[in-house]
C-alpha cells in the first residue's frame, strides 16, 4: 500500500533553513506528481508546492515562493522541501501529498506530516 | 487574491444529513475546478473523501457524495455518524499549476 514518511522537522531559529524529506513507497514514485502542504497551529490546511514526476515543472503558493524549493530524486523514492529565510509564520505541520497523475493532481494519499517549529 | 469559502462551523444530528459547501469569493464553482473533499479528525493527517466533483476514494462509504449545487462545490453526509465528527476541507484546482483549500468546517455530530 502507499506509504509516505515525512522526516527533518524541528525546531529553526527565524532566518534559518530546514530540509524536509518525503520518503514514499507502495508505488512508482517516478510516475506521480507530489505535493507539501501545511497546516499552521490551530489552522486549516494550506497547500505549498507541487512537483511533476519527472521534476519538470515546479508550483509554489505566493506565500513561499522565493523562500522554499521542492525537488525529488526519483533514484530514492524520495520528495524533499528545502525551507530558506524561514520566518514565524512557517511554523506548521508539513504534509507530503501524493498527486493523481491526472491534470488536476488532486491530493491521493497523505502521510503523517512533519512539524516545524520556527522559534528563537 | 482567490478565497475560497467553507461554513466555518456546522452541526447535524446523529442519523442526519447534512450539505456543506465550498464557494469562491469572486465566481462561480463549476466542475473545471476540479473540487476535491479531505476529513481530518484532531491530530491526524487529512483522508480523501472526494475528487473531481463527485468520485469517492477508495474505501469511502456510499454515505459521502460530491456534487454542485447552484454555484458552490458540496459534500453530503447522508445518516451521519459520530465518527464523522472532523474538520472538512475542499480544494479548488485553479489551474497553472495552483490549488486553493477553503478555510474548512468543523462538523460536530450530537
Known amino acids: 500500500q502507499v506509504q509516505l514518511v515525512e522526516s527533518g522537522g524541528g525546531v529553526v531559529q527565524p532566518g534559518g533553513s530546514l530540509r524536509l524529506s518525503c520518503a514514499a513507497s507502495g508505488f512508482t514514485f517516478s510516475t506521480y506528481g507530489m505535493h507539501w502542504v501545511r497546516q499552521a497551529p490551530g489552522k486549516g490546511l494550506e497547500w505549498v508546492a507541487f512537483i511533476r514526476y519527472d521534476g519538470s515543472n515546479k508550483y509554489y503558493a505566493d506565500s513561499v515562493k522565493g523562500r522554499i524549493t521542492i525537488s525529488r530524486d526519483n533514484s530514492k523514492n524520495t520528495l524533499y522541501l528545502q525551507m530558506n529565510s524561514l520566518r514565524a509564520e512557517d511554523t506548521a505541520v508539513y504534509y507530503c501529498?501524493?498527486?493523481?497523475?491526472?491534470?488536476?493532481?488532486?491530493?491521493?494519499?497523505w502521510g503523517q506530516g512533519t512539524l516545524v517549529t520556527v522559534s528563537s | 487574491q482567490t478565497v475560497v469559502t467553507q461554513e466555518p462551523s456546522f452541526s447535524v444530528s446523529p442519523g442526519g444529513t447534512v450539505t456543506l459547501t465550498c464557494g469562491l469569493s469572486s465566481g462561480s464553482v463549476s466542475t473545471d475546478y476540479y473540487p476535491s473533499w479531505y476529513q481530518q479528525t484532531p491530530g491526524q493527517a487529512p483522508h480523501t473523501l472526494i475528487y473531481?466533483?463527485?468520485t469517492r476514494s477508495s474505501g469511502v462509504p456510499d454515505r459521502f457524495s460530491g456534487s454542485i449545487l447552484g454555484d458552490k462545490a458540496a459534500l453530503t453526509i447522508t445518516g451521519a455518524q459520530a465518527d464523522d465528527e472532523s474538520d472538512y476541507y475542499c480544494v479548488l484546482y485553479m489551474g497553472s499549476g495552483i490549488w486553493v483549500f477553503g478555510g474548512g468546517t468543523k462538523l460536530t455530530v450530537l
Open positions: 473531481n466533483t463527485n
Open positions: 501529498a501524493k498527486g493523481c497523475a491526472c491534470s488536476y493532481e488532486y491530493f491521493h494519499h
